[in-house]
T-cell receptor, first 112, second 111 residues
């Protein structure tokens, strides 16, 4: 049981490049979410999913896309990276909306 | 709107007690959480409390909830250098699927 896994751990992009951050969980959790963590601002919700095929926007969705084709995977796509997207990104999953969230180890993204 | 506030830094000596405070705004929150984040790692659930409880104790950890003042605290007894980390307070926002996190309190433990 690996829990929540994220790849890559580190990534450097140039402005305008695109990439996908991967997230997978093996706990059969319905709920998955993506957060970004910036100094002094805690965690802010980007997008979340309540089950396969269902996604919705969080607090800071602009510049990011998600999809949920399977229960296990919830990738986050940056279509045209901007320096403002330099951050640490965490994926989390939970059984239900009011249940404990389990976090992945994070992806540290730098956009030059 | 919903908001969770914490002080950003706390410094204690090894062996002393640490108290990390948090205030929240959603009075209908059902769960309140404390997460711990060690350097370079993700968040790990430390403990949680149901909104119908006033106190919860778990080994060296004591969580106190004052619903009237919407105040949550985490007390760590006999603080060790291994407790140095960022501690996040979080509430489940009952207005939707959303966990609201505070900005985190960085705990420094001096030997």
């Amino acid at each position: 049981n690996a829990g929540v896994t994220q790849t890559p751990k580190f990534q450097v992009l140039k402005t305008g490049q695109s990439m996908t951050l991967q997230c997978a969980q093996d706990m059969n959790h319905e709920y998955m979410s993506w957060y970004r963590q910036d100094p002094g601002m805690g965690l802010r919700l980007i997008h979340y999913s309540v089950g396969a095929g269902i996604t919705d926007q969080g607090e800071v969705p602009n510049g990011y896309n998600v999809s949920r084709s399977t229960t296990e995977d919830f990738p986050l796509r940056l279509l045209s990276a901007a320096p403002s997207q330099t951050s640490v990104y965490f994926c989390a999953s939970s059984q239900g909306p009011a249940d404990t969230q389990y976090f992945g180890p994070g992806t540290r993204l730098t956009v030059l | 709107g919903e908001d969770v506030e914490q002080s950003l830094f706390l410094s204690v000596r090894e062996g002393d007690s640490s108290v990390i405070n948090c205030t929240y705004t959603d009075s209908s929150s059902t769960y309140l959480y404390w997460y711990k984040q060690e350097p370079g790692a993700g968040l790990q659930l430390l403990t949680y409390i149901f909104s119908n409880m006033d106190m919860k104790q778990d080994q060296r950890l004591t969580v106190l909830l004052n619903k009237k003042d919407k105040h949550l605290s985490l007390r760590i007894a006999d603080t060790q250098t291994g407790d140095s980390a960022i501690y996040f307070c979080a509430e489940i926002y009952t207005g939707g699927f959303k966990t609201i996190f505070g900005a985190g309190t960085r705990l420094f433990v001096k030997a």
